[in-house]
């Protein structure tokens, strides 16, 4: 399972605020739209809401995750020999 830890509540990219979201809070990854420029998380139980990822510390089972290095979720790291 795919978790994130909220470290900001606002995007200091656009100055968009997100009340509700709480600091500290671990939320369930509901999915994850990565882009060349722009990474947008969506959160288990929050319907309709979208939030940049510079907001969030992803974890896997208790894990740190590198969402950003990662082949499952961004598609300009997938080669077909398995390798970067």
């Known amino acids: 399972m795919i978790t994130a830890k909220c470290i900001k509540d606002f995007n200091p990219f656009d100055g968009a605020r997100y009340p509700e979201i709480e600091i500290g809070k671990e939320y ?18 929050i319907p309709d809401r979208w939030y ?21 979720f961004y598609p300009v790291w997938k080669n077909p020999q398995g390798s970067f």
Do not use: W
Not at 31 to 40: D, K, L, P, R
Not at 53 to 70: A, G, Q
């Open 52 to 72: 940049n990822s510079i907001c969030f510390e992803f974890y896997e089972d208790n894990s740190p995750l590198d969402i950003y290095r990662d082949k499952r």
């Open 28 to 45: 369930i990854v509901q999915e994850i739209s990565m882009g060349a420029s722009f990474t947008h998380i969506s959160l288990k139980g």
